[in-house]
């Protein structure tokens, strides 16, 4: 009965958030409408030649989105590198030599300001984008993105250290985390389902393999190969060892098996209201589907800087 009244929500709301999403007071999908209206086939074309290039780079620009909102809001601070003034976020632990695709950034920021003749796309913005277009490509839903936000000036190394969740966190340390940015529960693991794309470092599940693990044996013995007890902090491993390059619900199967790859993966099955959303998403594609799509532009609402706020940067990299 549960996961029928679910599908009676799927069918009342796809609809609406296909054609609307959630609209904020401060952002709008028209934005760009006049002032460039052919800023997002811009950026889709170079999202699309970079994720054919590399599929992983899909789960990369996913991820720069995702860790610039919960830093402060959805600024582009994470694109910031160091000045005499202050530490970025690319140094801070989450980040430092696991974040990447800048200089896809880079490249759609040169081709966005070429077509529209200027830096009208804020640097928010192409990530906010970026990372839609990167979930199609690789087989996921689309959502209406809401556009308008600025980018701000500064970039704080500190408060990604502790904005940003930690993959070793247990389910009520998420949770508080996930609750301060304003998303639930249910868009916590509907946000984690984001992990059924990408690679993860040795250092961030090493403490998965070793410590008294109840992790599906079949699926340890090879990671302790490629992670081993010391050493190799660098080495990756698929998110999602199913189906690492699709865009689909076997991230929730793996949880269900023992077989989520990071201690924050895994603890999702920890929490009641969490458990029964891995189960639900496992079964019902188009029900998570729907969550995902509704929980990302709630990620994207988070704190914006709009209006006189920020600026538009010429280059994403610095300010202007």
Partial sequence: MAIFSRMVKVILVIGFLLATA??????SPYFYTNSCPQALAVIRN???KAVAGEPRMGA?????HFHDCFVNGCDGSVLLDDTPTFIGEKSAHPNMGSTRGFEVIDKIKTAVDAACGG????????????ARDSVVLLGGPSWTVQLGRRDSRTASKD??????????ADIAVLLS???????DAQDLVALSGAHTIG?????FFRNRLYNGTSMNPLFLSPLQSSCPAAGGDYNTAPLDGLTPMSFDTAYYANLLLNRGLLPSDQALLDGDLTSRAVRQYSLVPLLFSVDFTRAMVKLGNISPLTGTEGEIRQNCRKIN
């Avoid at 408060?159 to 070793?168: E, G, I, K, V």
């Fill in 22 to 27: 959630v609209t904020s007071q401060q952002l």
């Fill in 177 to 183: 985390n996930f609750q301060s940015k304003g998303l």
């Fill in 199 to 203: 690679l993860a470092q040795c250092r």
């Fill in 46 to 48: 170079v999202v699309s």
């Fill in 159 to 168: 408060d990604a250290n502790h904005n940003l969740p930690s993959p070793t």
């Fill in 119 to 130: 830096a009208i796309v804020s640097c928010a913005d192409i990530l906010a984008v970026a």
């Fill in 60 to 64: 990369s620009l996913l991820r720069l």
